[in-house]
C-alpha cells in the first residue's frame, strides 16, 4: 500500500504559477512510476504528466508541455508538479497516481494508487 497526499493548491490569476507536491508514504517510493492527473468540473479526468521511477523519463499532455514540469525527489519521498503560464482552462481537482511499473505511462487503469486530489482554480 502507498498512501499519497497532495498539497500546494490554490486560487492564481492567470499567467500565475504554483507548484504542486505529493507526498508518499508506505512503500518504497523510488518503485514507483508517479504520474499527474486533472479533473475540470464536468469533464473527465485526464493525464497531465508522469515521471520514470528515477526522474530519468518524463511525458506530458500536449496541452501542459513547456508550462508543466515534472520533478521528484525519492530522498523525500515527494513528487513535484511545477506550474507556469496558468490559463483558466487549467483550473481542475489535480491528482497524483503510483503505478508499479518500469515503463512510464499515461494510461490511468495502470496506476495502482491515487491521492485525494488538490483544487487548483485559475481567474481569467
Known amino acids: 500500500q502507498v498512501q499519497l497526499v497532495e498539497s500546494g493548491g490554490g486560487l492564481v490569476q492567470a499567467g500565475g504559477s504554483l507548484r504542486l507536491s505529493c507526498a508518499a508514504s508506505?512503500?518504497?517510493?523510488?518503485?514507483?512510476?508517479m504520474g499527474w492527473f486533472r479533473q475540470a468540473p464536468g469533464k473527465e479526468r485526464e493525464f497531465v504528466a508522469a515521471?520514470?521511477?528515477?526522474?530519468?523519463?518524463?511525458k506530458y499532455a500536449d496541452s501542459v508541455k513547456g508550462r508543466f514540469t515534472i520533478s521528484r525527489d525519492n530522498a523525500k519521498n515527494t513528487v513535484y508538479l511545477q506550474m507556469n503560464s496558468l490559463e483558466p482552462e487549467d483550473t481542475a481537482v489535480y491528482y497524483c497516481?503510483?503505478?508499479?511499473?518500469?515503463?512510464?505511462?499515461?494510461?490511468?487503469?495502470?496506476?495502482?494508487?491515487w491521492g485525494q486530489g488538490t483544487q487548483v482554480t485559475v481567474s481569467s
Open positions: 515521471i520514470s521511477r528515477s526522474g530519468g523519463s518524463t
Open positions: 497516481a503510483a503505478d508499479v511499473a518500469v515503463v512510464v505511462t499515461t494510461l490511468q487503469y495502470e496506476y495502482d494508487y
Open positions: 508506505g512503500r518504497i517510493f523510488s518503485w514507483y512510476v
